[in-house]
């Protein structure tokens, strides 16, 4: 288990990346149904449109990779 600094700059304890997308999911009040490719995607276009991130910096090939990409741009920090 790693400790991440998330994007609202909250820490949490992580057992895997799909498992947090999942749980970042789940929290949210609206969440009908979990899909991690459909979460990945609408948090890299709210970063697109909202914050002038480029598309391509955010990879949502998998999991670990979308999470990695913050990491890269420097939003996301991984504790432990």
């Given at each position: 288990m790693k400790k991440i600094e998330w994007l609202n700059g909250t820490i949490y304890n992580i057992e895997s990346p799909k498992r947090f997308i999942e749980l970042r999911q789940?929290?949210?009040p609206f969440c009908e149904e979990v899909d991690n490719q459909q979460y990945m995607k609408g948090v890299r276009n709210?970063?697109?449109?909202f914050y002038g991130v480029?598309?391509?910096a955010i990879d949502i090939s998998s999991e670990d990779a979308f999470i990695r990409s913050f990491v890269a741009l420097g939003l996301v920090k991984i504790l432990e």
């Open positions: 789940m929290r949210h709210i970063h697109v449109e480029d598309k391509d």
